[in-house]
T-cell receptor
Framework: NAGVTQTPKFQVLKTGQSMTLQCAQDMNHNSMYWYRQDPGMGLRLIYYSASEGTTDKGEVPNGYNVSRLNKREFSLRLESAAPSQTSVYFC???????????FGQGTRLTVV | KNQVEQSPQSLIILEGKNCTLQCNYTVSPFSNLRWYKQDTGRGPVSLTIMTFSENTKSNGRYTATLDADTKQSSLHITASQLSDSASYICVVREVYSSASKIIFGSGTRLSIRP
């Protein structure tokens, strides 16, 4: 049982480049989330998808876009990467009614 | 001001010793509170959940307490092991809230020394 799978695990981008972070879950969860984690700070919500076909902004959405491709997959896109987006990105999923979020292993992104 | 504050920021103890981590929150109205464990380089994993009506809940060597009146929670680790070295994150959820109202603390980084 893979749970939540994120790719890639590591990425280095140059300022202005674009990339998409992929996330897939095999737990049949309705809700999926993208967080970023910066040193000394709690996880902050970028975007979330309460159910297939819907997406909403979280606390720090600027500079990002998301796509809920189907129930399993939720991708995060950086159109023009900036050094301020250097962070560890976590994808998570949960039941619609439940609150426990299951997290992927994270993507460590560095923008130079 | 953070709505979920944890203390201490970091803690080092010897293997076999006990420790207590603190979480103070201002999130209101309150639905539930979770403690997550995050190993280095991994995503957080839930340890325990507490609703407003619960005072104490145990999960093996981990015991969480909650005082909804003072808006404080603690996580007590008994007979620590090297594998307990991790960050412990307190997460609070508002009542009937959307995902945007699940608020993470910044965590306590715990190091267990042999």
């Amino acid at each position: 049982n893979a749970g939540v799978t994120q790719t890639p695990k590591f990425q280095v981008l140059k300022t202005g480049q674009s990339m998409t972070l992929q996330c897939a879950q095999d737990m049949n969860h309705n809700s999926m989330y993208w967080y970023r984690q910066d040193p000394g700070m709690g996880l902050r919500l970028i975007y979330y998808s309460a159910s297939e076909g819907t997406t909403d902004k979280g606390e720090v959405p600027n500079g990002y876009n998301v796509s809920r491709l189907n129930k399993r997959e939720f991708s995060l896109r950086l159109e023009s990467a900036a050094p301020s987006q250097t962070s560890v990105y976590f994808c998570a999923s949960s039941d619609l009614a439940g609150t426990e979020a299951f997290f992927g292993q994270g993507t460590r992104l560095t923008v130079v | 001001k953070n709505q979920v504050e944890q203390s201490p920021q970091s803690l080092i103890i010897l293997e076999g010793k006990n420790c207590t981590l603190q979480c103070n929150y201002t999130v209101s109205p309150f639905s539930n509170l979770r403690w997550y464990k995050q190993d280095t380089g991994r995503g957080p994993v839930s340890l325990t959940i507490m609703t407003f009506s619960e005072n104490t809940k145990s999960n093996g060597r981990y015991t969480a307490t909650l005082d909804a009146d003072t808006k404080q929670s603690s996580l007590h680790i008994t007979a620590s092991q090297l594998s307990d070295s991790a960050s412990y994150i307190c997460v609070v959820r508002e009542v009937y809230s959307s995902a945007s109202k699940i608020i993470f603390g910044s965590g306590t980084r715990l190091s267990i020394r042999p």
